[in-house]
């Protein structure tokens, strides 16, 4: 099997499996504390991400469509589950986060999004807090799309 079919099959997947956690996070029958993880999961598939084209020597352009894909989710997504968290006062306790966390999480998305040239539109959202720990790393979102 060649490497562009090996990477083209990891690509799918990856779309599938975070196709698959959007649903969880947006999902009416999960509790908010779960759909909280399923997010997080998301954002962590986006520093997988963010690793797997750093290591690589060079980036495809599926690649790099499938990472602006995801990331695009993942910021999607936080925005979507904040306003659920606060309209019904949810308690997200058992997930281990806090609505302050998620915000942060999703401000630093929404912050490295832009700067690796990515065109988004304005999101409110809160300056981040320092503290959120999984996230997508800034150097490698604007190294990858070339900010730098």
Avoid at 74 to 88: E, K, M, P, S, V
Wanted: proline share 3%; with cysteine; glycine share 10%.
């Amino acid at each position: 099997m060649s490497a562009a079919t090996v990477e083209s099959l990891e690509n799918r997947l990856t779309g599938r499996l975070a196709g698959r956690l959007a649903g969880r996070v947006q999902a009416t029958n999960v509790p908010r504390a779960a759909q909280v993880v399923s997010w997080m999961d998301l954002v962590d598939l986006c520093r997988e991400l963010d690793d797997g084209l750093v290591a690589a020597e060079t980036s495809s352009a599926e690649g790099l469509a499938l990472h602006e894909a995801v990331l695009s989710l993942a910021i999607r997504c936080g925005g979507w589950l904040i306003h659920q968290i606060r309209t019904n006062g949810a308690d997200i306790s058992a997930s281990g986060h806090t609505v302050d966390t998620i915000e942060a999480v999703l401000s630093n998305c929404c912050g490295f999004f832009i700067a690796a040239g990515i065109r988004i539109s304005p999101l409110s959202i809160s300056n981040g807090r320092d503290g959120a720990s999984s996230m997508p790393r800034p150097e490698y979102i604007a190294r990858l799309h070339g900010a730098f």
